[in-house]
């Protein structure tokens, strides 16, 4: 993720329609909890080249439970890694894209952006394939988000219109780990923060929005161009902004704690989705409607020099 604009709002946690049962539904949500001892292992695996962090990124897959007919790597033009592609069937051929890009820029060792993100995704899958599910949740590991969201930009391109329809959200994860979960919510479907929203708050785990403007794109752009809805999940903010493209970008900045509350977040979240989307009829927006969300003046961080 490029910085440096950061915008930041309040959630208000308004249901959206019927989209959650009820106030008590992680009691009700069926999937594994990874131990924090193996994220961590995982986590501590961003050292070396991008090379070296795709074929961790393959391992980690593997070892997750992804069976060798479902993983795969997608070779992407100019850059010399691939995208890691992990497929879970489920009983449609309705999708959930989860994305997280595993390249990283010169300066800083970037495990927070954003070996904290693809590092992630392994566990996720071991979370939900412990059961079937009625969406196929498709895992990325992009690679090249840094030199211009190549490998998201060529894995849409070869979706047929069919497969882009099938689509039902993507949601993306880059930066983690430097403070409770943050959502980026221009980026975002309304219906879709909404439901992390009140998911976080049966939770008792914190969450706010943070808009990430200008310099902050990530992979969820060339899904957005598809009109796919999608819902982007960080942790930055104005204290911590710092961070991205530098030196301080180190296992240091990490806080722990935070980062596998959002691995919960997550994991909770996505068995929502499984069970709550319903495809067709809803047309997505990338910017929430006005009444959900107020308005803050836009802030500017400038990059150090």
Known sequence: MHGMTLRACCIKLIL??????????????????????TVKQRLDLYKGNDTKREEALLQLFKQSGCSPEN??????????QPNVICVLPGTSQETIVVGAHFDH??????????????????SLVQSLASMPRKHTFVFIGFT????????????????????????????????????????????SDPRLVNALGLLAHSMNLPVG??????????DEESFIGKKVCAVVVHSLTLQT??????????????????????YRLMAAYLTVLDAQLTA???????KPVETFWSRRQRLRIRRRP
């Not at 106030?23 to 009700?28: T, W």
């Not at 820029?105 to 392994?122: E, K, R, T, Y």
């Open 71 to 80: 993983l795969s790597e997608q070779p992407v033009p100019k850059r010399k």
């Open 16 to 37: 959206f329609g019927q989209f959650l049962m009820s106030a008590n539904l992680p009691a009700q949500l069926h999937y594994n909890v990874v131990h924090k001892q």
């Open 280 to 286: 067709g009829g809803h047309v997505c927006t990338a």
């Open 105 to 122: 820029v010169s300066d800083g060792d970037g495990v927070v952006d954003n070996w904290s993100g693809a590092s992630l995704l392994p």
């Open 241 to 262: 902004a710092h961070v991205l493209h530098r030196p301080d970008d180190n296992p240091s900045a990490m806080h722990f704690e935070d980062y596998y509350d959002t």
């Open 209 to 218: 929005g943070v808009n990430i403007d200008g310099f902050g794109e990530s």
């Open 144 to 187: 090249g988000e840094e030199e211009g969201l190549l490998g998201s930009e060529y894995y849409v391109q070869q979706l047929s219109a069919e497969q882009i329809a099938g689509i039902e959200v993507m949601v993306n994860m880059d930066t983690l780990g430097l403070g409770p979960t943050k959502i980026w919510v221009n980026q």
